[in-house]
């Protein structure tokens, strides 16, 4: 009993020494956070760690009481100042008066809804892109949010996997370029500055890959696949400057993510040198027992934590769990102060410490309505729409459409306010969407009559139909007109015959290409299947509006359109944009960031595929090759792919030399001209394919575009610079080698129509 008193009274006599020694000036960040995790009790550095879901788990009173004890590091889904304000204040009357910071998804725009993540890949824009993660930080900002957990950088190359829509599609190359420039547009030059948030990349690692698409799902990878395809997005946007990672959901070669000491501490800490913040998914830690990898909460918690992550979302276990760990040994207190170190930091770079309500403001500056429609950067949202938007076909010349006569406007998301913002809208709200019919009624004006009829229903499935609508307790996600399907038709065919031409916006609703809403099919559902065919059947023009987050299997509907336009789901302005280039007002110069396969059972179709031994070649006979052969071979619509209203025509591939020495570079130059009648905008591509290797090699990889705007007639020379580092790879040991050999350059407008020539790197 002594000996207990004793220490406690060393014990107490130490922190006042400890809080008598001068705080180190704020400027020096290391000093700072050490002397502030030497005053921390166990209590409070467990609290530091748990980063908590405003909702029904906890009661808003309850948090501010758990903030003011210090048992909270942060939060998500509060997302206005004057909610976050008073769990501010509540941090600023715990001991040590350690800021809060207050996260939320914001994906692609969060007032403002731009396109979908593939959206914004299919721009392939960089500066528009740009223009998102600004645009969306500056918003998010305003709304007193310090971090974001995005940009979403999985590779995804199987489309039954419902969030397909959150990222930017099947490649490499392209993907790790957008992950920098949103990290870059949401941090701006510092995630201190007010007008900035931290971007939170994820999922790491490989969600994108799992098992046929399930969400939540198995991923089983080689180290070469993972160190080649799907392992640089994350890392481009680490280097890029983001704060921090949402650790995946699955686990990657029988080994969650969420308890993976190899992904987390070897590769990510050890082998990049990552500095940051991590997240766990929402859960995550507690699904360890689901995995069958944590026998109960307390190994979960302890799994977690010796993994390497930092923060718990959603926490329950690293609350109820960590102290007895510590006590025990069983996790050390240099692994706790680890974590606590990376979140210190995290909010260090956010400039909380300097500031903790440099977002939030002062009650007097309050918005008085933080949805109101001035708020809404509604020009940029348009602008970057239109560029979203790919054109799939374009028979005789069916598109652009004249503003005159009468136009039928059909279809089940022709007037579809919540689809327009599509999966992860944020804080946009339905009622700021321009739909495809508003938007067609401001174009036309009294130039032309517009008529309208809904068509058909999303689906015809009542048990889809109830899984969408499942989890939407304020609102339905998809609303059903009650009256038959044949009533729905007749109505459309009878709109149709009066019109000079139908445009019919079909597809799926945004709940269909969504978290947990993988598909077993990429058919457009029957019941707008039979809504086509009954127009089709009329002999009227039709053009069919594509809204999805996924590429969608539409062979059949290519065959009924005179046009078929992808516009994905295309945000607050999409409507307007989707006007804009149906009547020619904007040439389209969307590429597609994923391929479209002809079915479900070519899964997975990717440009970039491995050589193989046997491969199937077009117009030669496909026995005994890699094929199938109940239907034609390759994609519907290929990687890259695109068409506008001019004409595009790549000529004269030539390379400066044919052969590259190590630490050289080499040019390659191509002649671009437009012999359409309209100016226009289109992506030159540039593709590398290593000839002969140690380990075989995709047929070809992209490495380089340009986007350039061409008049009608001119013609330019694009100029690309080839490096021994793009034609390094991961070999079977993990060494990064560009290997001497015969390489071949590839330029194109998309990932099949190609130029090509050779050269040896020596």
């Known amino acids: 009993m002594k000996l207990s008193m004793l220490g406690l009274a060393m014990a107490l006599a130490s922190q006042a020494a400890l809080a008598a020694t001068p705080a180190p000036p704020l400027q020096d960040k290391q000093a700072f956070i050490e002397h502030l995790i030497q005053q921390m009790t166990l209590d409070e550095k467990i609290g530091q760690l748990r980063l908590i879901s405003i909702g029904p788990e906890m009661p808003h009173a309850k948090i501010r009481e758990e903030i003011a004890a210090g048992r909270i590091g942060g939060t998500f889904n509060s997302r206005t100042a004057p909610e976050n304000r008073p769990m501010q204040d509540a941090a600023m009357r715990s001991r040590l008066k350690i800021p809060m910071f207050f996260a939320y998804d914001v994906i692609h725009g969060n007032r403002t809804i731009f396109p979908i993540s593939l959206g914004l890949a299919a721009t392939w824009d960089m500066d528009a892109i740009a223009k998102v993660g600004r645009t969306s930080a500056i918003e998010a900002a305003a709304d007193s949010l310090d971090m974001t957990f995005a940009p979403m950088v999985d590779i995804a190359r199987d489309p039954r996997w419902g969030r397909t829509s959150e990222g930017f599609g099947e490649d490499t190359y392209l993907t790790s370029r957008i992950g920098q420039v949103m990290v870059k547009g949401f941090q701006g030059s510092s995630p201190a500055n007010p007008d900035s948030i931290m971007a939170i990349v994820k999922h790491f690692a490989l969600y994108g890959a799992v098992e046929g698409g399930r969400d939540y799902n198995t991923v089983d990878m080689s180290l070469p696949k993972m160190y080649n395809d799907y392992l640089p997005p994350y890392r481009a946007s680490l280097d890029a400057g983001a704060g921090g990672v949402m650790v995946a959901l699955n686990s990657i070669n029988g080994v969650p993510a969420t308890s993976n000491t190899w992904l987390m501490n070897d590769l990510l800490r050890g082998e990049w040198g990552f500095k940051g913040v991590t997240i766990s998914d929402h859960g995550a830690i ?219 916006v079909v597809g799926e609703s945004r709940g269909m290409s969504h978290e947990s809403s993988s598909r077993t099919t990429l058919e457009i559902p029957a019941i707008q299947r039979d809504l086509i065919k009954a127009l089709k059947a009329t002999g009227k023009p039709l053009v069919l509006v594509l809204m999805n987050g996924r590429p969608l299997s539409i062979g059949w509907e290519r065959e009924q359109a005179d046009a078929l336009l992808e516009t994905w789901f295309s945000g607050t302005e999409g409507g307007n944009a989707i006007a804009d280039v149906l009547f020619g007002d904007y040439n389209p110069s969307g590429k597609l960031a994923i391929t479209f396969p002809r079915s479900v059972g070519q899964i997975p179709m990717y440009y970039n595929h491995l050589r193989i031994g046997r491969p199937f070649t077009p117009g030669k006979p496909g026995n005994y090759t890699s094929q199938y052969f109940e239907e034609p071979n390759g994609p519907l619509y290929p990687f890259g792919y695109g068409l506008s209203y001019s004409s595009f025509e790549v000529s004269g591939l030539q390379l400066a030399k044919n052969q590259l020495k190590r630490g050289d570079t080499l040019q390659a130059t191509v002649t671009v001209k437009n012999t359409g009648k309209r100016d226009g905008e289109t992506v030159v591509q540039l593709y590398l394919q290593d000839v002969s290797a140690s380990m075989s090699r995709p047929v070809k990889e992209l490495k380089n575009f340009q986007k350039l705007l061409l008049k009608a007639g001119e013609s330019r020379t694009v100029t690309f610079s080839i490096s021994e580092d793009d034609l390094k790879f991961y070999n079977g040991q993990l060494q990064r080698v560009a290997e001497p050999g015969q390489f071949n350059v590839q330029v194109g407008l998309d990932s099949e129509a190609v130029q090509q020539q050779s050269f040896e790197l020596l």
């Not at 959603?314 to 760990?325: A, F």
């Not at 339905?476 to 009650?482: A, F, M, N, Q, T």
């Not at 009256?483 to 000079?500: G, H, M, S």
């Open 286 to 504: 507690q699904e360890l027992i689901r995995h069958g990898v944590a026998k109960d909460g307390r190994e979960a918690a302890k799994l977690a934590i010796k993994a390497g992550i930092d923060m718990s979302m959603n926490d329950s276990l690293y609350g109820e769990e960590l102290p007895g760990l510590v006590k025990s040994g069983e996790v050390t207190q240099a692994e706790l102060d680890q974590a606590v170190r990376e979140v210190l930091g995290a909010k260090y770079e956010m400039g909380l410490f300097k500031d903790p309500y440099v977002r939030i403001g002062k009650a007097e500056n309050d918005l008085k309505d933080y949805y109101a429609d001035a708020r809404l950067h509604r020009d940029a949202a348009r602008d970057v729409a239109r560029r979203s938007l790919v054109l799939l076909e374009n028979r005789k010349e069916t598109l652009p459409l004249k503003k005159a006569g009468t136009i039928a406007l059909v279809g089940p998301l022709a007037d579809a306010p919540i689809d327009m913002m599509g999966s992860w809208a944020a804080d946009g709200r339905p009622a700021h969407s321009v739909t495809v019919r508003e938007g067609l009624r401001r174009a036309v004006g009294d130039k032309a009559k517009l008529i309208y009829a809904k068509g058909s229903n999303v689906t015809g499935d009542k048990a889809m139909f109830d899984y969408l609508n499942f989890l939407n307790f304020d609102a339905p996600e998809i609303v059903d007109d009650l009256r038959p399907a044949a009533v729905l038709i007749d109505e459309a065919v009878k709109a149709a015959k009066q019109a000079d031409v139908v445009v019919a």
